[in-house]
C-alpha cells in the first residue's frame, strides 16, 4: 500500500500551458506539503497545509494554485508554465503541525516545461 | 533565516569504507534535525532524526548525533555497501513547528564502488 502517492509520474508540456499534479496519502495524516526540487538537486517548500487550510505559502508565483479538497488530497495546479517550472515536484505529508515529526515523501513528479 | 550547510559531492568510496557526511545548520531556538535518503527515481524517506541535544539518531548503521555546541549533526556509518550509494540529505524543522516544512542542505551523492 503506496502511502503517498503522485499523479503524474511524469509531464512534458509546453510553454504556456495549463497543468495539475496529484497527491494523496493514506496515512491519516493532518498535514501535507509541496516541494519543488531544481536540477541540482536543491529542495525547498513551496506550500503546507494542515487540516485542508493554507499554511504556508513560501514565495511561489501565483500561477502556481493548490487546493486540498479534504485532508487525504494536495492538488497542484500550474497556469501558464514557463521554462524555469522544469523540475521534480514532491508530496509530502506528516501527523501533525509538530516539527519533530517525519515527513513522508510521494515519489514525485518530474515536470518539464518545452 | 535558518539554513542547513553538508558537503557536497559526489562523494566516492570503497565498499566498507568508513563514511562521514558533515552538516551545520544555523537555526534560532532548537530546531529538530533529520537525515534523508533519496535512492535514484524515488522519493525521500527518512533515515534518522533526532529532536534535542545530544540526542543520537541510528537506523541501518547509520548514525549522527545533535551537537548544539557545534550546531552540527554528522552522518556516520562505520562499514559502507555499494548498496548505499544514494543522495543524502540533512535537514531541520524549526522549533516553531513544522508548518514551515523542512530546511533542506543541497544533498551529497554517495557512491560506493564494490
Known amino acids: 500500500d503506496t502511502a503517498v502517492s503522485q499523479t503524474p509520474k511524469y509531464l512534458v508540456t509546453q510553454m504556456g500551458n495549463d497543468k495539475s499534479i496529484k497527491c494523496e496519502q493514506n496515512?491519516?495524516?493532518?498535514?501535507m506539503y509541496w516541494y519543488k526540487q531544481d536540477s541540482k538537486k536543491f529542495l525547498k517548500i513551496m506550500f503546507s497545509?494542515?487540516?485542508?487550510?493554507?499554511?504556508i505559502n513560501e514565495t511561489v508565483p501565483n500561477r502556481f494554485s493548490p487546493k486540498s479538497p479534504d485532508k487525504a488530497h494536495l492538488n497542484l495546479h500550474i497556469n501558464s508554465l514557463e521554462l524555469g517550472d522544469s523540475a521534480v515536484y514532491f508530496c509530502?505529508?506528516?501527523?501533525?503541525?509538530?516539527?519533530?515529526?517525519?515527513?513522508?515523501f510521494g515519489p514525485g513528479t518530474r515536470l518539464t516545461v518545452l | 533565516g535558518d539554513s542547513v550547510t553538508q558537503m557536497e559531492g559526489p562523494v566516492t568510496l570503497s565498499e566498507e569504507a568508513f563514511l562521514t557526511i558533515n552538516c551545520t545548520y544555523t537555526?534560532?531556538?532548537?530546531?529538530?534535525l533529520f537525515w534523508y535518503v533519496q535512492y535514484p527515481g524515488e522519493g525521500l524517506q527518512l533515515l534518522l532524526k533526532?529532536?534535542?541535544?545530544?540526542d543520537k539518531g541510528s537506523n541501518k548503521g547509520f548514525e549522527a548525533t545533535y551537537r548544539k555546541e557545534t550546531t552540527s549533526f554528522h552522518l556516520e556509518k562505520g562499514s559502507v555497501q555499494v548498496s548505499d550509494s544514494a543522495v543524502y540529505f540533512c535537514?531541520?524543522?524549526?522549533?516553531?513547528?513544522?508548518?514551515?516544512?523542512?530546511?533542506f542542505g543541497k544533498g551529497t551523492h554517495l557512491i560506493i564502488q564494490p
Open positions: 496515512l491519516g495524516h493532518d498535514t
Open positions: 497545509y494542515n487540516n485542508k487550510e493554507l499554511i
Open positions: 535537514a531541520l524543522s524549526d522549533s516553531g513547528g513544522g508548518a514551515d516544512g523542512l530546511t
Open positions: 537555526a534560532t531556538g532548537y530546531p529538530s
Open positions: 509530502a505529508s506528516s501527523q501533525d503541525l509538530q516539527g519533530s515529526n517525519e515527513q513522508f
Open positions: 533526532a529532536t534535542k541535544a545530544d
